[in-house]
């Protein structure tokens, strides 16, 4: 058993490092494809040919293309991916500040959508009101169809701009150094309510979805019935036995639902003018910052690839029987 | 029987809703396309020019328009769903279609026409200004072709019409004085388009508002309609014939093939769609087409997993190694074997795909890398709208609610059609 669960993760890690060569790949052959070189940024056809050669030259343009895209691969793999053009800094430092950020911001989010979903989905079983099942149920289609910037731009307008309870955009106050320690901890939390609402509120709902059908599944199963028949008490039976089992999907739908959520980090960390990676994507793209997009798309794709990884060895941790079906 | 109501009935109400609100421009479009068909008789090089996209566009929608009630009547066996019972989300649905199949006959104003605008800037809904228009120079011995392409732009509004003149109010003496911002300003009466000596002056309204450009809110929301639902239906259908055809590919050869389509699927499931997408409209430029076709792309995962393990399992069946063996071709093999069995998951997935799509072309579109500002879109108009949210709620509250409907309708009638076509589900 030991052997095939140390052979069952090194062919994951495997795997996992030939999704990322692949994704390195992919991001070459897009930047070939697409039109304009580097160097346009840096001569104009009329400067001559002789320096656009040179320049060329230091790009390393004049070399084949495969050796153009081994120094790729090898740059991406130990980390640099050359240097912003707007900050004057290597890519990685750049994303380094700004991806802790979303990596917070995205984590409590994360947390908060399984904890509110679970709950939910206790309550409502728990109240065995059939009409309150079909309310909410409904009621998280209709939320999970919100998107992020409609809800956000709504509670701007309903919160900030009305009511004046929480600021519109941004992390800290203006006076946010003159604060004591502690009301620095609350401005921050004043500042995020509103983003973590709009990043939380979809996949509550979603999670919720999945939850509640893998509930009522096992809530049907014949252990559960023999349970109660045995006279155990209810809540016991709701926490020690259906939540454990009904968390099993939960977990291969959270490695998807993870995409979903750096995606709506990028949003709304727009909208809220938050100090984010998916906010510093789409400046960059804006202010054409090449070497950095692709370093920020790099990056969250090997977020991605890593959190996948992770959610698959915990369901290994959960459920021994797994060990073949994760192969797949 | 609990509820007579049926989405046929909708859909009738809908049509007279329309007919008898826009009863006259619906005569307009008509007597348009008569004049044009003489045109056609007449001066056959200078109709062929002429023939722009909005006109097409007006003269088809004017003819599915017409024909729409006597069709429903015709083919009354075959439509038989439409006498299934009305809700919400078909309700909706239908709304959605009309709107994007009748938008010249709902609004003929131009989404992008913009005037005065101290008068027309940022107004709430259910507003409305005067308006008057000079008389242009009077030629009147226009030819056939001049006097049509004068007719057709009465009807169907350029985005630009120096005659046009918007004010708050205005007071008839000798002359005309109208009120700009408590700016007034004097035209004589001769100048104006008159009839029977009265000077015409009508109240142009504003169902929903104007922005800041004051551009019509509820025409901009009509047309962005159609926008989403066509990148919504071009990148469906780019995912449909990619997923398809690479499901069928890597179920039935299998191989190496097989492996690396499977890793390749891994790698887009693997990633934050919008990242890519943002990536690639960044690096290529975005436009309607680079929009549909990138959204497109990035969606066939699903479908491509769905049709691999339907083939995978089909291509053992009887059935199937029969027409093989027949010597059916690949593509047939494709169509009339594989299609019809897997039609089903394929066309729920389909549904939750294009909620998807609309979604994030949304997204796009607020993030500002959308289909462009040539098109009013529902999420560049909240992107914008954003700008002006302690003044002007209604530029975010009517694309929103339009979006966030869409989306519910699309996401509910997927779950429905899952229930129906998969009777296995039901317990």
């Known amino acids: 058993m030991k052997s095939e669960i140390v052979k069952t993760l090194l062919t994951r890690i495997l795997s996992s490092l030939l999704t990322l060569f692949l994704l390195v790949s992919f991001l070459f052959i897009i930047i070939r494809l697409s039109p304009g070189d580097p160097t346009d940024k840096y001569i104009s056809a009329k400067l001559g040919s002789e320096l656009s050669e040179r320049i060329a030259e230091k790009f390393s343009l004049n070399q084949p293309v495969t050796d153009q895209y081994l120094s790729f691969v090898a740059n991406a793999f130990s980390g640099d991916m050359g240097v912003s053009y707007n900050y004057r800094l290597p890519v990685f430092e750049v994303i380094w500040e700004y991806f802790s950020f979303t990596l917070v911001f995205a984590s409590i989010s994360f947390i908060l959508q399984m904890y509110l979903s679970i709950w939910l989905a206790l309550w409502v079983i728990k109240k065995r009101k059939k009409w309150l099942d079909k309310f909410v149920t409904n009621s998280s289609l209709f939320i999970y169809s919100i998107p992020a910037f409609v809800l956000g731009v709504a509670l701007i307008y309903i919160f900030s701009v009305n009511l004046n309870l929480f600021p519109i955009s941004g992390m800290k106050s203006l006076d946010y150094d003159d604060l004591s320690f502690f009301s620095q901890v609350l401005n921050k939390i004043h500042h995020l309510v509103l983003p973590l609402i709009t990043l939380t509120a979809a996949g509550v709902a979603l999670f919720y979805k999945y939850i509640k059908e893998s509930m009522d599944d096992v809530l049907n199963q014949t252990f559960i019935i023999n349970l109660r028949s045995s006279g155990v008490n209810e809540n016991i039976i709701l926490r020690k036995h259906v939540i454990p089992n009904a968390l099993r999907p939960l977990i291969s739908v959270a490695g998807v639902e993870l995409g979903i959520l750096l995606g709506g980090a990028l949003i709304t960390e727009v909208i809220f003018s938050l100090p984010g990676m998916g906010r510093l994507t789409v400046d960059s793209i804006f202010s054409r910052d090449y070497p950095l997009v692709i370093g920020c798309v790099f990056t969250a794709g090997a977020v991605m690839i890593l959190a996948n990884f992770l959610a698959d060895i915990i369901k290994l941790k959960i459920d021994k029987r797994l060990v073949k079906g994760i192969l797949n | ?427």
């Open chain 2, 1 to 427: 029987m609990k509820s007579g109501l049926k989405i046929i009935h909708w859909i009738y109400f809908l049509w007279f809703l329309i007919a008898s609100l826009r009863f006259q421009l619906a005569g307009d479009y008509l007597s348009l396309i008569v004049s044009y068909c003489g045109l056609l008789v007449t001066d056959l090089p200078s109709a062929i020019t002429m023939l722009s996209g909005s006109l097409i566009d007006a003269f088809l929608s004017m003819i599915i328009f017409l024909l729409t009630i006597p069709l429903t009547i015709i083919f009354k066996k075959r439509l038989q769903f439409l006498y299934s019972k009305l809700n919400f989300s078909f309700a909706f649905l239908i709304l959605l279609v009309s709107v994007f199949l009748f938008a010249p006959i709902i609004s003929n104003e131009n989404p992008e026409f913009s005037k005065n605008l101290s008068v027309t800037k940022l107004l709430p809904p259910f507003s409305s200004v005067k308006q008057f228009e000079l008389k242009s120079d009077i030629d009147n011995n226009l030819s056939d072709a001049e006097y049509f392409r004068k007719e057709s732009e009465e009807v169907i509004k350029p985005s630009f019409n120096d005659n046009i003149i918007l004010a708050d109010s205005f007071r008839l003496s000798d002359k005309v004085i109208y009120y700009q911002k408590n700016e007034a300003y004097e035209i004589e009466k001769e100048s104006l388009i008159s009839q029977t000596g009265v000077p015409v002056i009508e109240a142009k309204f504003y169902l929903l508002g104007t922005d800041e450009f004051g551009r019509d809110l509820f025409a901009r929301l009509i047309h962005g309609t159609r926008i989403s639902i066509t990148v919504g239906l071009g990148a469906v259908v780019l995912s449909f014939i990619i997923g398809i055809i690479l499901g069928f590919i890597a179920g039935y050869r299998g191989g190496l093939l097989d492996v690396l389509l499977n890793r390749f699927t891994e790698i887009f499931l693997a990633f934050p769609v919008i990242y890519l997408i943002v990536l690639i409209l960044a690096l290529f430029g975005s436009s309607l087409l680079s929009v549909i076709v990138v959204l497109g792309i990035s969606g066939w995962m699903s479908l491509f997993k769905i049709v691999k393990s339907e083939v995978l399992s089909i291509k053992q069946k009887d059935f199937f190694s029969t027409a093989e063996l027949v010597g059916l071709s690949k593509i047939q093999l494709l169509s009339r074997e594989i299609l019809p069995v897997i039609i089903a998951p394929v066309l729920v997935n389909m549904v939750f795909l294009f909620s998807n799509v609309v979604l994030a072309e949304a997204a796009l579109s607020y993030l500002g890398l959308g289909t462009g500002s040539s098109y009013p879109s529902w999420g560049s108009m909240i992107s914008s709208g954003q700008e002006y949210i302690t003044k002007a709620w209604w530029l975010i509250a009517f694309p929103g609610l339009g979006l966030i409907l869409t989306l519910y309708t699309f996401n509910s009638s997927g779950r429905m059609l899952g229930k129906v076509l998969n009777p296995r589900l039901k317990k």
